[in-house]
């Protein structure tokens, strides 16, 4: 059974760091490209950073330079490492794993597959 299960999300004050990391299991995540997605309220779901099968890693304008996208395969784990945590990082946090087509973009939901089931960050001003 696939299961992706995310961790380490709550409640902080701005300037804080605070890491996510979502568990994999049940299938090959290894041939998968794997990303956060974050959807704040009253706004549509947006990607946040992806690393793929070889490992390159990509971000979205907003959290570059602030936010890490890791994987550790001895513990079957992806991780995002979030560094000046502001206000409008506030969002439910989702990650997922799927085969991005040839021409395809890392940001575009429907290519994924397997989603988590989201664990909740809070930053307070």
């Known amino acids: 059974q696939v299961r992706l299960d995310e961790s380490g999300g709550g409640s902080v004050q701005a300037g804080v760091s605070l890491t996510l990391s979502c568990r994999l299991t049940?299938?090959?995540?290894?041939?998968?490209?794997l990303a956060w997605f974050r959807q704040a309220p009253g706004k549509q779901r947006e990607g946040v950073a992806a690393?793929?099968?070889?490992?390159?890693?990509v971000y979205s304008d907003s959290v570059q330079g602030r936010f890490t996208i890791s994987k550790d395969n001895a513990k079957n784990t992806l991780y995002l490492q979030m560094n000046s945590l502001q206000p409008e990082d506030t969002a439910m946090y989702y990650c997922?794993?799927?085969?991005?087509?040839?021409?395809?973009?890392?940001?575009?939901?429907?290519?994924?597959?397997?989603w988590g089931q989201g664990t909740q960050v809070t930053v307070s001003s």
């Open positions: 690393t793929t099968s070889d490992s390159t890693t």
């Open positions: 049940g299938f090959t995540y290894q041939y998968y490209c």
């Open positions: 997922a794993a799927g085969l991005i087509p040839y021409g395809g973009t890392w940001s575009t939901q429907d290519h994924y597959n397997y």
